[in-house]
């Protein structure tokens, strides 16, 4: 059964900090190519962030470039995402899973990001 379950969001000024953990569980998760998306209010779902299994290759949207990170630790299974310099426009809420994931996969919960200005 897969299981995806992020967190580590919150409430933050701009120019903060935030990292965000996404722990997965019932899926190949060493193999597959991951990625965190975000969904803004009245949005569609955007992906943000992508790392290849190993970690060496990592890919981002032109909003969070040079100021977010991905990562990942796959003895934990667990995905990561350092987002420095936030800004009010990078509130939403954040999901991790597999970047050839679709609206008919099972998504987590999400975990929200809320950037005041």
């Known amino acids: 059964q897969v299981q995806l379950v992020e967190s580590g969001g919150g409430l933050v000024q701009a120019g903060g900090s935030l990292r965000l953990s996404c722990a997965a569980s019932?899926?190949?998760?060493?193999?597959?190519?991951m990625g965190w998306y975000r969904q803004a209010p009245g949005k569609r779902r955007e992906l943000v962030a992508t790392?290849?299994?190993?970690?060496?290759?990592?890919n981002y949207a032109d909003s969070v470039k040079g100021r977010f990170a991905v990562s990942r630790d796959n003895a934990k299974t667990t995905l990561y995402l350092q987002m420095n310099s936030l800004k009010p426009e990078d509130t939403a809420v954040y999901y991790c899973?597999?970047?050839?994931?679709?609206?008919?996969?099972?998504w987590g919960q999400g975990t929200q990001v809320t950037v005041s200005s």
């Open positions: 790392i290849t299994p190993t970690g060496r290759a990592t």
């Open positions: 019932g899926i190949a998760f060493s193999i597959k190519n």
């Open positions: 899973n597999s970047v050839l994931a679709d609206s008919n996969d099972y």
